[in-house]
Each structure stands twice: as C-alpha cells, then as structure tokens.
C-alpha cells in the first residue's frame, strides 16, 4: 500500500494486527500477514508488550546436532 491509509482501512486492519500481536506475532509478521509497513505496525503497537522471545533450548539443540550427524 503506497501514500496515506484511508481510515477505513486503518480501522478495520489496526484490531487485526493489535490481536496479532497479543498472540505473540512480532511486527515483521503482522507487517507480512496485513500487508502493512513494519512502521505502522511499530506505531499502532507500541504500547502492546513485546512477545518473548523463542529461545533455543537445550535439548532442541541437541537435536539438530544429532540429525546433522547421525545418518
């Protein structure tokens, strides 16, 4: 979407994407999913805690390394 957004469109997209976020979306996906500028998402989610972040647990590693070297 290039130049201003029409207010219908933001009012319609802006709920989406805050209820993207509180399931734990980060802005680059709400951006991908609307179709929005990472930006907007930024702005209209600020006040939204960020999701934490998905760690790499232990055993999760040691799984990738066991499939990449066992045959």
Known sequence: MTGPMPDEVRDELKPKAIELRRQGWTYREIAGSLDISISTCSLWLRDIPA???????????????????EP
């Open 51 to 69: 999701p934490p972040r998905k760690g790499y647990s232990q055993e999760r590693v040691a799984n990738a390394w066991r499939g990449r070297w």
